[in-house]
């Protein structure tokens, strides 16, 4: 059984920066796709980020293209998201995701493990 568990989140002010952290077990993740999605009240799931554990492949949506890096952690089974010049519009709840291939899909569904979210707040 996987697990995804994010931790990170909180209230930072426009122009801030988090870091949001996924640890990953249940499973060996070397040929597991990883992503973050977000979900802000009112509105649909988006994708924002996603890499592939083994190499490093990464894509982003444009929203958040230079200001949001995906990165991972192999040794701890942790994917991470650094946000930076974090602005109200990235207001919402993030989800870590993780899928059984190396396709980086932006496509919710294709997602086999979610985890719990986490609630990032930009206000001042």
């Known amino acids: 059984q996987v697990q995804l568990v994010e931790s990170g989140g909180g209230l930072v002010q426009p122009g801030g920066s988090l870091r949001l952290s996924c640890a990953a077990s249940?499973?060996?993740?070397?040929?597991?796709?990883m992503a973050w999605f977000r979900q802000a009240p009112g509105q649909e799931r988006e994708f924002v980020a996603a890499?592939?554990?083994?190499?490093?492949?990464?894509r982003y949506a444009d929203s958040v293209k230079g200001r949001f890096t995906i990165s991972r952690d192999n040794a701890k089974n942790t994917v991470y998201l650094q946000m930076n010049s974090l602005s109200p519009e990235d207001t919402a709840v993030y989800y870590c995701?993780?899928?059984?291939?190396?396709?980086?899909?932006?496509?919710?569904?294709?997602?086999?493990?979610w985890g719990q979210g986490t609630q990032v707040t930009v206000s001042s």
């Open positions: 249940g499973r060996t993740f070397s040929r597991y796709a």
């Open positions: 995701a993780a899928r059984d291939g190396s396709t980086l899909y932006i496509v919710g569904a294709e997602y086999d493990y």
């Open positions: 890499i592939r554990w083994s190499g490093g492949s990464t």
